[in-house]
């Protein structure tokens, strides 16, 4: 077997008397071990520069000329560390055997006469042992290798990762921004069909989203309720156009059978559209009001979902300022004196309460104005203010001339819709 072969341990025994290494080349080569000898412990030394470190134990005599086994194996340590060192000595010799421990560190020493059994048995251990500990090293060697491969690795994809969310996260932008865009363009269309129209969603999605925060809504919701406002008209697109310019307080019964098919067509165009779902939910129920008397299902309460709530009050609040309701134009602060005296009848208390607090409540009506009940109406008193139905139809304009029989009927009137009504009429002493 050639010394190249790593499977094959290689023991190099030292002493200066050649019977003895005689000896020990007997005692080895059964085992299967490469057997060198040495005399003396520089021809031990040479030997070790010639084999390169490929000796993996070493058995030197104490007592040899010129160099001690102590010196030598002190020696081997030094130079060689890995190699796995025996010391045979006499027992007359046990300073000297002491002395090699310290400095040599020997594994072992064998006191002479040896047993030729108990020889093998130490040296086929501590052969075990040495190989044991060069798996250590090569395996610990190996794993930090692989650790430093590891983090190379890591590191890359680590970067590779980085450019990939951060792609991802472009295309979501892009994707998001499509979305958006494909919103606003169908906004768009809708407000097309009618001067009246325009601005008149995203005026809507902004208020309604500010609401919709005050209240407590979290981020998707409010982006539901912003998107239902600007798509909550989207119904009305095949609507006449002739329907579209009149304002509903003067539509006929049949016109307004049409109109009010509007929220449901909404939702039926995006229910098939998942990420807008929920904003087409809210798009039914826009027209619906807290007291059950809206439309299409007749909702009332919190049966209505909290972000159709807000969008029916803003949507209203935009109609009165720029008058698609009545077909005439409000003052802000006439239009939050219509939403305030919807509180609780057409819109939600507490929805109201938001939308005042972000917007300012309407100032108290002016001093030349009276605001009183059906009950308290007398003849001869003129209305300072418009009378709108619940449904949004103008019944009386301002600056009417009460009798006694339309104050009769305006009583019947409110008998019949089993709600209050407040009327606004000039003060004479204002």
């Not at 058995?59 to 010391?87: K, Y």
């Not at 982006?223 to 609507?239: P, Q, R, S, T, Y």
């Not at 929220?263 to 039926?268: D, L, M, V």
């Not at 001093?367 to 949004?392: C, F």
Request: glycine share 8%; aromatic share 4%; hydrophobic share 45%.
């Amino acid at each position: 077997m050639s010394a190249a072969d790593p499977h094959v341990p290689t023991i190099l025994c030292v002493d200066d008397e050649a019977n003895i290494l005689s000896a020990l080349r007997r005692l080895f080569r059964p085992a299967g071990y490469r057997v060198l000898c040495a005399e003396g412990g520089a021809a031990g030394l040479a030997t070790l520069e010639e084999e390169g470190g490929a000796v993996d134990l070493v058995i030197s005599d104490m007592r040899m000329p010129v160099m001690d086994g102590a010196r030598f194996l002190a020696e081997v340590r030094e130079r060689w560390p890995g190699i796995v060192r025996i010391l045979l000595t006499g027992y007359a010799d046990i300073e000297s055997t002491i002395a090699a421990i310290n400095q040599g560190q020997i594994y072992r020493y064998i006191a002479k006469p040896w047993n030729d059994a108990e020889v093998v048995l130490i040296v086929r251990e501590a052969l075990e042992r040495q190989a044991l500990v060069r798996e250590k090293l090569r395996l610990e060697a190996l794993t930090a290798r692989q650790n430093e491969e590891l983090k190379v690795l890591n590191a890359g994809l680590e970067e590779k990762v980085r450019e990939r969310t951060e792609a991802l996260r472009q295309a979501h932008e892009r994707l998001k921004r499509s979305f958006f865009t494909s919103i606003q363009v169908f906004a768009n269309l809708i407000e097309l069909r009618g001067g009246n129209m325009a601005g008149h969603s995203r005026r809507v999605a902004d208020l309604s989203r500010k609401v919709a925060a005050a209240m407590g809504m979290d981020g998707r919701q409010c982006n539901d309720v912003f998107l239902a406002a600007l798509l909550h008209d989207i119904g009305k697109i095949g609507l006449p156009d002739a329907l579209l310019a009149k304002p509903t307080n003067k539509m006929n019964g049949d016109e307004l059978g049409v109109w009010r098919k509007h929220p449901a067509k909404g939702e039926q165009v995006l229910m098939a559209l998942e990420d807008l779902r929920a904003a087409a939910r809210l798009i039914r129920s826009h027209h619906e009001r807290h007291d059950g008397q809206g439309y299409p299902d007749g909702l009332r309460g919190e049966a209505i979902p909290l972000g159709a709530r807000i969008l029916a009050l803003v949507n209203e609040y935009d109609g009165h300022l720029h008058g698609t309701l009545t077909g005439t134009r409000s003052s802000a602060d006439d239009a939050r004196r219509l939403i305030l005296q919807g509180r609780g009848k057409r819109y939600d208390p507490a929805v109201v309460d938001a939308f005042l607090a972000l917007f300012g409540a309407p100032p108290e009506p002016p001093v030349n104005e009276l605001a009183l009940t059906p009950a308290l109406l007398s003849s001869g008193m003129v209305l300072a203010r418009d009378l709108i139905s619940r449904e949004g139809v103008l019944l009386l304009a301002a600056d009417y001339v009460l009798d006694d029989n339309l104050i009769r009927q305006i009583r019947e009137y409110e008998v019949a819709e089993g709600t209050r009504i407040t009327l606004f009429v000039r003060n004479p002493e204002g």
